[in-house]
């Protein structure tokens, strides 16, 4: 090919990526319009292993639990508190509102009491069930038809027994009540409103403002006007601590890739003192950091806030290529660009290929986040590296300027020591021996998914005032309770919570919420009706008898209440979302429990022994063993990254190769034995990092190796180095614990990398 024809190529390549990055403009614009951003904290984490039965139970607790946000609105009397949560109420009521206000009125009690009371008879509790074997029981009913709160012959002779307001006051639970219309609960120096609330969109599916924060402190300030006093509020459930994530997300976007935007405009400005380097960078930046949202949405379908977040890290990596270009131009002036660009490909695409490999290692593991994060990162590397080796020769025809900052740290590198048989080798040699021998053994593996869980404080203390008024069910833990029917799901629980109520006698659990509460099997009503029947018979009899009166004619058998119209009733709507139903040919139903003892879970767990159909659920244990064994896997993937880039530097530099690949594996192992003294856990985020370490570190012996003992080489090295650093230690400094075990890792891993690398290089050719 002719210089003409090779120049032609090369310019009609560079016109083609202008129309690629065209095309990103435009569908930048049309994304950023759309904003198709997700928060689900739960999207980095990898899929559980599940049947289709508890498939369908977790997704109908993500997508009904996780809307509900329970709010306790409090004053020291009953007037003010009524007040104050009708003022509350009226609030979150307008249509502006994120919330839906869950009805909780007397109509809905009434309609309640009007639908159950024509099966009232097979509804019992365990004590009254207890209650009935006494013998005493007639005697008692007797006694109540003459006591003053009977309300006479009429109103005894419906339930003599007395059991009817017994299980609603069961029902209620939590000494609830209903008072003016409202759900009210009763402490020693405060009356406090129940209102259920429920978001409009689901928890982590938020865009990253402060929408129900914002409204509850609006409704919270209306009730403080309306009551005219002293008014608590507090306000627990997963919404608010997804959006409190959503927000830090959001937040962390901007600090962390603003922060190491300017880390690189000064890093560069230093180095090269002009404009031009700096805006052709930030031109490489930009382009890149598209490329990686464009494809992910097209890859996706959407982007997760986290992948921006980790994205606004690939600054500090994207920019080793345009650095290197014009440290390498201001050591070598009057070389042509296309020419410079020719000497400098075989290592810049090197160094592509190891980091878009490492970033690509990421996807292995079934973590639908983290392989966006690979995607993302992978493509805008590429668009970058494209951006420079396209355009760079092209745009960049001025003299390059020198910087006496650049000529200083390009000189240092004939200061640096090398690897030799001397003694400071050797004792520098010791020292690390020393250091991974001392904190390698520190070091602590931690899989446990709450470690990575970090809501603010504030609401962590409202949750547990709540918990100290109220028993909230947990949506991470539950018996999941399967059948062949209807009938036979609903036997099988009631067998379950026979079991828990001995749990809540012994004060080993708060309570449960169960379908079977307030739809007995049909079973157990006709059971307990023919129970309840029997003993009105003889009651009413013997006050028949004492009255002089005939005997009552026998009622006929009772008939249970049907699941379909239980289901279709509004009654049902609280625990609609708990009944399964059909699902693949299996029934199912949930029973969530409140009131859990971290430490008593095992206890728990064990309820469900010997029970047909019924398990227990721990999605935390269970999502805390796949983080474990996926830490295993990608560990072993670790090593074969390590041997598969052993051989790719082998085939390029042959017996010489170990000098570039040495220095990552060691800062390596050393970062691990740091992270061991400052005891910082070892997480399967912090062996993704090391895939990244891998990828990134090589980059710097290849650079050395590429041109020995050149001090543009170092320079570029330096200030990629430095601008990574800068980059993930932004990183480490996230509030969300996986990126902040992630960038910490690296933030270590970097740094030392930067200082061993220098060490390694063949010695310098003897003077002739």
Same mark, same amino acid.
């Given at each position: 090919?002719?210089?003409?024809?090779?120049?032609?190529?090369?310019?009609?390549?560079?016109?083609?990526?202008?129309?690629?990055?065209?095309?990103?403009?435009?569908?930048?614009?049309?994304?950023?319009?759309?904003?198709?951003?997700?928060?689900?904290?739960?999207? =980095?984490?990898?899929?559980?292993?599940?049947?289709?039965?508890?498939?369908?139970?977790?997704?109908?607790?993500?997508?009904?639990?996780?809307?509900?946000?329970?709010? #306790?609105?409090?004053?020291?009397?009953?007037?003010?508190?009524?007040?104050?949560?009708?003022?509350?109420?009226?609030?979150?009521?307008?249509?502006?509102?994120?919330?839906?206000?869950?009805?909780?009125?007397?109509?809905?009690?009434?309609?309640?009491?009007?639908?159950?009371?024509?099966?009232?008879?097979?509804?019992?509790?365990?004590?009254?069930?207890?209650?009935?074997?006494?013998?005493?029981?007639?005697?008692?009913?007797?006694?109540?038809?003459?006591?003053?709160?009977?309300?006479?012959?009429?109103?005894?002779?419906?339930?003599?027994?007395?059991?009817?307001?017994?299980?609603?006051?069961?029902?209620?639970?939590?000494?609830?009540?209903?008072?003016?219309?409202?759900?009210?609960?009763?402490?020693?120096?405060?009356?406090?409103?129940?209102?259920?609330?429920?978001?409009?969109?689901?928890?982590?599916? #938020?865009?990253?403002?402060?929408?129900?924060?914002?409204?509850?402190?609006?409704?919270?300030?209306?009730?403080?006007?309306?009551?005219?006093?002293?008014?608590?509020?507090?306000?627990?459930?997963?919404?608010?601590?997804?959006?409190?994530?959503?927000?830090?997300?959001?937040?962390?976007?901007?600090?962390?890739?603003?922060?190491?935007?300017?880390?690189?405009?000064?890093?560069?400005?230093?180095?090269?003192?002009?404009?031009?380097?700096?805006?052709?960078?930030?031109?490489?930046? +930009?382009?890149?950091?598209?490329?990686?949202?464009?494809?992910?949405?097209?890859?996706?379908?959407?982007?997760? =806030?986290?992948?921006?977040?980790?994205?606004?890290?690939?600054?500090?990596?994207?920019?080793?290529?345009?650095?290197?270009?014009?440290?390498?131009?201001?050591?070598?002036?009057?070389?042509?660009?296309?020419?410079?660009?020719?000497?400098?490909?075989?290592?810049?695409?090197?160094?592509?290929?190891?980091?878009?490999?490492?970033?690509?290692?990421?996807?292995?593991?079934?973590?639908?986040?983290?392989?966006?994060?690979?995607?993302?990162?992978?493509?805008?590397?590429?668009?970058?590296?494209?951006?420079?080796?396209?355009?760079?020769?092209?745009?960049?025809?001025?003299?390059?300027?020198?910087?006496?900052?650049?000529?200083?740290?390009?000189?240092?590198?004939?200061?640096?020591?090398?690897?030799?048989?001397?003694?400071?080798?050797?004792?520098?040699?010791?020292?690390?021996?020393?250091? +991974?021998?001392?904190? #390698?053994?520190?070091?602590?593996?931690?899989?446990?998914?709450?470690?990575?869980?970090?809501?603010?404080?504030?609401?962590?203390?409202?949750?547990?005032?709540?918990?100290?008024?109220?028993?909230?069910?947990?949506?991470?833990? /539950?018996?999941?309770?399967?059948?062949?029917?209807?009938?036979?799901?609903?036997?099988?629980?009631?067998?379950?919570?026979?079991?828990?109520?001995?749990?809540?006698?012994?004060?080993?659990?708060?309570?449960?919420?169960?379908?079977?509460?307030? #739809?007995?099997?049909?079973?157990?009503?006709?059971?307990?009706?023919?129970?309840?029947?029997?003993?009105?018979?003889?009651?009413?009899?013997?006050?028949?008898?004492?009255?002089?009166?005939?005997?009552?004619?026998?009622?006929?058998?009772?008939?249970?209440?049907?699941?379909?119209?239980?289901?279709?009733?509004?009654?049902?709507?609280?625990?609609?979302?708990?009944?399964?139903?059909?699902?693949?040919?299996?029934?199912?139903?949930?029973?969530?429990?409140?009131?859990?003892?971290?430490?008593?879970?095992?206890?728990?767990?064990?309820?469900?022994?010997?029970?047909?159909?019924?398990?227990?659920?721990?999605?935390?244990?269970?999502?805390?063993?796949?983080?474990?064994? /996926?830490?295993?896997?990608?560990?072993?993937?670790?090593?074969?990254?390590?041997?598969?880039?052993?051989?790719?530097?082998?085939?390029?530099?042959?017996?010489?190769?170990?000098?570039?690949?040495?220095?990552?594996?060691?800062?390596?192992? +050393?970062?691990?034995?740091?992270?061991?003294?400052?005891?910082?856990?070892?997480? +399967?985020?912090?062996?993704?990092?090391?895939? =990244?370490?891998?990828?990134?570190?090589?980059?710097?012996?290849?650079?050395?190796?590429?041109?020995?003992?050149?001090?543009?080489?170092?320079?570029?090295?330096?200030?990629?180095?430095?601008?990574?650093?800068?980059?993930?230690?932004?990183?480490?400094?996230?509030?969300?614990?996986?990126?902040?075990?992630?960038?910490?890792?690296?933030?270590?891993?970097?740094?030392?990398?930067?200082?061993?690398?220098?060490?390694?290089?063949?010695?310098?050719?003897?003077?002739?």
């Amino acid at each position: 090919m002719t210089e003409a024809a090779h120049t032609a190529h090369w310019k009609a390549l560079a016109w083609a990526w202008l129309l690629a990055v065209a095309a990103l403009a435009v569908h930048q614009a049309g994304f950023w319009r759309e904003a198709r951003l997700d928060s689900d904290v739960m999207a =980095l984490l990898p899929g559980e292993t599940e049947d289709a039965l508890q498939q369908a139970a977790n997704a109908r607790l993500a997508g009904g639990a996780t809307r509900q946000v329970v709010v #306790l609105v409090g004053a020291p009397d009953w007037a003010r508190t009524r007040r104050a949560a009708d003022a509350f109420e009226a609030r979150l009521a307008e249509a502006d509102s994120p919330f839906t206000v869950m009805a909780g009125d007397d109509d809905a009690l009434a309609s309640a009491l009007g639908f159950y009371a024509g099966h009232r008879r097979g509804l019992l509790t365990p004590a009254q069930r207890a209650q009935l074997e006494d013998p005493g029981t007639v005697e008692l009913a007797l006694a109540r038809l003459y006591s003053p709160g009977a309300g006479g012959f009429g109103a005894w002779r419906e339930d003599p027994l007395g059991l009817w307001p017994a299980w609603w006051q069961a029902r209620a639970g939590n000494g609830l009540s209903s008072r003016d219309g409202h759900l009210a609960v009763r402490e020693a120096s405060r009356d406090w409103v129940l209102l259920r609330l429920e978001s409009r969109v689901p928890a982590f599916q #938020l865009d990253g403002e402060q929408h129900l924060r914002e409204a509850l402190d609006a409704a919270r300030a209306a009730a403080a006007e309306a009551a005219a006093g002293e008014v608590e509020v507090i306000a627990g459930g997963v919404p608010l601590h997804a959006e409190a994530a959503a927000v830090r997300a959001r937040t962390e976007v901007g600090t962390i890739g603003l922060g190491s935007l300017l880390a690189v405009v000064a890093l560069v400005w230093l180095a090269f003192r002009s404009p031009r380097p700096i805006l052709m960078v930030s031109a490489s930046l +930009l382009v890149g950091c598209a490329a990686g949202v464009s494809v992910t949405a097209l890859v996706f379908g959407q982007v997760h =806030l986290l992948t921006l977040v980790f994205g606004a890290s690939l600054v500090g990596v994207a920019e080793d290529y345009g650095i290197h270009w014009f440290a390498s131009r201001q050591a070598q002036p009057a070389l042509p660009p296309r020419t410079m660009m020719q000497r400098l490909l075989p290592a810049l695409a090197l160094a592509l290929v190891t980091s878009a490999l490492a970033y690509l290692a990421l996807g292995i593991a079934p973590f639908p986040g983290l392989r966006q994060m690979a995607v993302f990162s992978a493509a805008g590397l590429a668009a970058a590296f494209l951006t420079v080796v396209l355009w760079f020769p092209w745009l960049d025809r001025a003299a390059p300027r020198t910087s006496t900052i650049a000529g200083a740290v390009g000189r240092s590198l004939a200061r640096w020591p090398r690897l030799s048989n001397r003694w400071p080798t050797w004792l520098g040699v010791a020292a690390l021996a020393a250091v +991974l021998a001392t904190g #390698l053994p520190k070091l602590a593996v931690n899989d446990d998914l709450r470690s990575l869980q970090a809501s603010p404080p504030a609401l962590l203390a409202q949750e547990a005032r709540l918990g100290r008024v109220l028993g909230l069910p947990s949506p991470a833990q /539950y018996f999941l309770v399967e059948g062949d029917d209807a009938e036979q799901v609903r036997e099988r629980e009631e067998a379950l919570t026979d079991r828990l109520a001995h749990l809540v006698a012994r004060d080993r659990l708060g309570g449960w919420r169960a379908v079977t509460d307030w #739809l007995p099997s049909s079973a157990r009503q006709r059971e307990d009706a023919a129970r309840v029947q029997a003993i009105e018979g003889r009651v009413l009899a013997r006050a028949a008898e004492l009255l002089g009166e005939a005997p009552p004619p026998p009622e006929p058998a009772a008939t249970p209440l049907p699941l379909a119209a239980w289901l279709a009733h509004p009654v049902s709507e609280p625990l609609r979302p708990l009944w399964l139903g059909a699902v693949e040919g299996r029934w199912g139903t949930m029973v969530l429990l409140e009131g859990l003892d971290p430490s008593r879970l095992p206890a728990l767990a064990a309820a469900a022994d010997g029970l047909p159909g019924v398990r227990w659920v721990d999605r935390s244990a269970t999502i805390s063993r796949v983080l474990a064994h /996926y830490r295993h896997q990608m560990s072993a993937w670790l090593l074969a990254g390590y041997a598969a880039v052993a051989l790719a530097l082998w085939l390029r530099f042959g017996r010489r190769a170990w000098r570039a690949w040495m220095p990552t594996a060691l800062a390596a192992a +050393l970062s691990l034995a740091l992270l061991g003294w400052l005891g910082v856990p070892l997480q +399967l985020f912090g062996v993704l990092a090391q895939l =990244l370490l891998l990828g990134v570190g090589v980059d710097y012996g290849i650079f050395l190796l590429e041109h020995r003992d050149d001090p543009a080489s170092w320079l570029a090295v330096s200030l990629g180095a430095a601008s990574t650093l800068l980059a993930f230690g932004l990183l480490a400094l996230s509030a969300t614990p996986a990126l902040h075990s992630f960038g910490l890792t690296l933030l270590l891993g970097i740094g030392l990398v930067w200082l061993i690398t220098p060490c390694f290089r063949p010695a310098a050719p003897a003077a002739t």
